[in-house]
């Protein structure tokens, strides 16, 4: 891979000129880990005390693609109900890839999925959307309970066509919790790679502008994904 990383969450970028944002949600079940991968790829440890999250957590990484440096932005989302009442709409404002999460111990937590896709669509974000689909908890798995489910979660990937990962936030070295961002991060750029070269940034906190709600029919079908300049 050729993209190159900067140590930990960064967003002051006090020398940064123009530079783009990807919004990533990170939904799924309560407990399945969406913290522990985010805070994971933005500080390369494992958080070992967490709290539900209430409404929804920010992180931030610069990560370098094809020489740019982009800042992807995650947002992790709260599974209780009960925490994401009214912030919901919120969430999923310019999003520009999703990432679902299940626990692979939790089979519950693989049945809901259909429903997490369901509130993304509700919230305009259909399959044109790049997404991954992460099978969390890959340090309790054992030979029995792994392979019927892992095998059920990438057919599923592949139908809507998510990238698939078997990871874990407290895995050791060669877990692909950086693969899942980074990838979907290198996706955004190529789907737009139009915009990053044809646009000139504006102010410092450009980002991967969305604006699917005014588009025509015409243009829907054709720049799902589109930069404003
Ligand atoms: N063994 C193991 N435990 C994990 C892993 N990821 C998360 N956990 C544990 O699972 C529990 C829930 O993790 P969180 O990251 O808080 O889960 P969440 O999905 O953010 O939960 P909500 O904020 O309630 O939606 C914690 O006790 C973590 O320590 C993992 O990869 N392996």
């Not at 990807?22 to 709290?51: P, Q």
């Not at 992180?59 to 919901?88: H, N, Y």
């Amino acid at each position: 891979m050729d993209s190159s990383f900067e140590s930990s969450c960064s967003s002051t970028g006090s020398t940064v000129g123009s530079r783009r944002t990807c919004k990533i949600i990170v939904v799924g079940d309560a407990g399945v880990g969406k913290s522990c991968l985010s805070h994971r790829f933005c500080t390369g440890k494992f958080l070992s005390k967490t709290e539900a999250t209430i409404g929804v957590d920010f992180r931030e990484k610069l990560i370098e693609i094809d020489g740019e440096k982009i800042k992807v932005q995650l947002w992790d989302t709260a599974g209780q109900e009960r925490f994401r009442k009214s912030m919901v709409q919120h969430y999923y404002r310019d999003v520009h890839g999703i990432v679902f999460v299940f626990d692979v111990t939790n089979k519950t937590s693989f049945c809901n999925l259909p429903m997490w896709m369901d509130e993304c669509r509700q919230h305009s974000l259909g399959t044109e959307i790049p997404s991954a689909l992460v099978c969390n908890k890959a340090d309790l798995v054992t030979s029995t309970n792994l392979p019927e489910l892992v095998e059920q979660a990438r057919h599923l990937a592949e139908v809507y066509g998510m990238n698939f990962y078997v990871t874990s936030a407290k895995g050791g070295e060669g877990n692909q919790v950086d693969n899942i961002f980074v990838t979907l991060a290198q996706r955004l750029k190529s789907h737009r790679k139009e915009c990053f070269n044809g646009c000139a940034l504006q102010n410092r906190s450009d980002s991967f502008k969305i604006r699917s709600r005014v588009l025509t029919k015409e243009q829907e079908n054709n720049e799902k994904w589109t930069c404003i300049c």
